[in-house]
């Protein structure tokens, strides 16, 4: 059974850093490195909001134009691990952040068929 | 970026209700809109994918229809467990973009 796992969330002070991790299992290192990757907000009690993403192989990244420049998406197919650097970091980064997985091999964009549970960022002096 | 405007924004019906949900796009997305429920504390689950086709293991009650702009989703048959959040999600231009959310209640 596939399973997403993110950690790494906690309360951070303004304009300082954080990495989340994301942690899958039930896929093979073969199979885990065909599926695109995305991170997914959430801000307390709003609406959800694309973050991230990257390619199955990891060659390729888009970013929202809210986290442009300040965060990076990355991935380690031998660990199964995706990771996302959040820098600078500002109040309205404050949000549940979920990675969660495309459901068709070497798609960049499609549905998603598995969601970690979410880990909380607080950005907050 | 494409914009998602999903109605209502929130929702009370009875159980057995029919309930519609409906999200429009700013532009022509074909058919690459998915719906998703998300339960209070949860993570989202995928419903309906590609417009119209269901997820496995998802109850036949929940439905969707549309192409282009015009988006609905729809449960037959409203049960206490559907209590949730919707959203809709385009996937046709990045960045992904979803609807603003329905929270359905039950009266």
């Known amino acids: 059974q596939v399973q997403l796992v993110e950690s790494g969330g906690g309360v951070v002070q303004p304009g300082r850093s954080l990495r989340l991790s994301c942690a899958a299992s039930?896929?093979?290192?073969?199979?885990?490195?065909?599926?695109?990757m995305h991170w997914v907000r959430q801000a307390p009690g709003k609406g959800l909001e694309g973050v991230a993403v990257?390619?199955?192989?990891?060659?390729?990244?888009y970013y929202a134009d809210s986290v442009k420049g300040r965060f990076t998406i990355s991935r380690d197919n031998s660990k199964n691990t995706l990771y996302l650097q959040m820098n600078s970091l500002r109040a309205e980064d404050t949000a549940v952040y979920y990675c969660?997985?495309?459901?068709?091999?070497?798609?960049?964009?499609?549905?998603?068929?598995?969601w970690g549970q979410g880990t909380l960022v607080t950005v907050s002096s | 970026d494409i914009q998602m405007t999903q109605s209502p924004s929130s929702l009370s019906a009875s159980v057995g209700d029919r309930v519609t949900i409906t999200c429009q796009a700013s532009?022509?997305?074909?058919?690459?809109l998915n719906w998703y429920q998300q339960k209070p504390g949860e993570a989202p689950k995928l419903l309906i994918y590609?417009?119209?086709n269901l997820e496995s293991g998802v109850p036949s009650r929940f439905s969707g229809s549309g192409s282009g702009t015009d988006f609905t989703f729809t449960i037959s048959s409203l049960q206490p467990e559907d209590v949730a959040a919707y959203y809709c999600?385009?996937?046709?231009?990045?960045?992904?973009?979803f609807g603003q959310g329905t929270r359905l209640e039950i009266k």
């Open positions: 532009q022509d997305i074909y058919n690459y």
């Open positions: 039930g896929f093979t290192f073969s199979s885990y490195s065909t599926f695109a």
């Open positions: 590609d417009a119209s």
């Open positions: 969660a997985r495309v459901a068709l091999r070497l798609r960049f964009v499609d549905y998603f068929d598995y």
């Open positions: 990257i390619s199955y192989d990891g060659t390729s990244q």
């Open positions: 999600q385009q996937y046709d231009n990045l960045p992904i973009t």
